[in-house]
């Protein structure tokens, strides 16, 4: 029988501020509880850098990842799990090998989110993006086609 996998909540700060994580906490925890994600745990990691991963608390969400206990991990912005691409790189990758879904919530509103998800091709993880359809464009006047000419 297959276990459910809980929601995880991650708060980081990089400085001592309590207020700041708590408010972090509701606001993940309004979003988890609006979108119908049940059984959420909080990680909450005060006074670290995100610079590393070799974080106390996140070596404790990342081991309950490989474990398979958590099936999606909510945070408020993407630099609270790490301010480098690589070490967010690598952390994402860490989270498709096991299934897990990513949430970022954006920074205006609980409302938005941004959801990023990754296909694997050959060896390399690619974001699952599409552009949006351009807006019309003006018709070009006549100084646009002589420019127009000139750059072809």
């Known amino acids: 029988m297959d276990k459910k996998r ?43 850098a995100g ?33 480098t691409f690589p070490l967010v790189s690598a952390w994402r990758e860490l989270l498709c090998e096991h299934g897990v879904k990513f949430i970022a919530l954006a920074d205006d509103s609980a409302e938005a989110t941004a959801e990023l ?5 050959g060896d390399y993880l690619l974001p699952n993006i599409a552009l949006s359809e351009p807006p019309d464009a003006a018709p070009l006047g006549r100084y646009g086609m002589l420019h127009k000419a000139y750059l072809r």
């Open 117 to 121: 998800t990754y296909r694997l091709v």
């Open 51 to 83: 610079n590393t991963l070799s974080r106390p608390v996140m070596t404790a969400l990342t081991a309950d990842i490989k474990a398979g206990e958590i099936g999606a991990v909510i945070v408020t912005d993407i630099s609270r799990i790490a301010r």
């Open 6 to 48: 809980k929601t995880a909540i991650y708060c980081r700060t990089a400085y001592a501020d309590e207020a700041a994580i708590a408010e972090q906490e509701a606001r993940l925890r309004a979003y988890a509880e609006e979108h119908g994600y049940a059984d959420t745990v909080c990680y909450r990691d005060s006074e670290t």
